[in-house]
């Protein structure tokens, strides 16, 4: 697994909130509602995130919570249910992932189980994220798709 060490600044996103199983359902999620969220709100084009709140490990399917978010200026006012919040900044260890969502939770437990524990690293209590980019590949054929899997990170 190919990991850096980056710094992000702060970032204000408005959000749109899924509780219910990760997996297929996120994607639905996306297509459903938030995209047709972002037309209306013309943030088409943005940057996104997709912020896992929850372990699903330990929490219940029908109680995981999943935030879908956009980059916002911190003045943003728009139509429809939704919130807004700032990404906190410092350092991240992000990993580039490339697949399907089916191969998505894998990739984040390589990252968190394999990687984390050798890497003089520990997680703080700043969320995880995943990080589209406006210019994200998705091959509408195959559903593979390429973000970054971001976990907040801090010396031992």
């Not at 969320?127 to 994200?136: I, Q």
Request: some cysteine.
């Amino acid at each position: 697994m190919n990991v850096k060490i980056i710094d992000r600044k702060p970032t204000t996103v408005a959000y749109l909130r899924h509780v219910g199983p990760y997996g297929p359902e996120l994607s639905e999620f996306w297509e459903g509602t938030v995209l047709p969220w972002m037309q209306t709100n013309r943030l088409l084009g943005r940057p996104r995130y997709g912020i896992s709140l929850d372990d699903p490990g330990i929490t219940a399917p029908e109680r995981l919570r999943y935030d879908a978010a956009i980059e916002v200026e911190p003045d943003f006012v728009g139509a429809g249910q939704h919130q807004k919040t700032s990404i906190p900044g410092g350092k991240y260890a992000a990993a580039r992932f490339n697949g399907t969502g089916a191969e998505l939770g894998e990739a984040w437990m390589a990252l968190l189980r394999d990687w984390l524990p050798g890497s003089g690293l520990q997680l703080d209590a700043r969320p995880l994220f995943e990080y589209y980019a406006p210019d994200m590949a998705m091959d509408l054929k195959t559903g593979a798709f390429e973000c970054d899997i971001c976990i907040p990170v801090t010396k031992l």
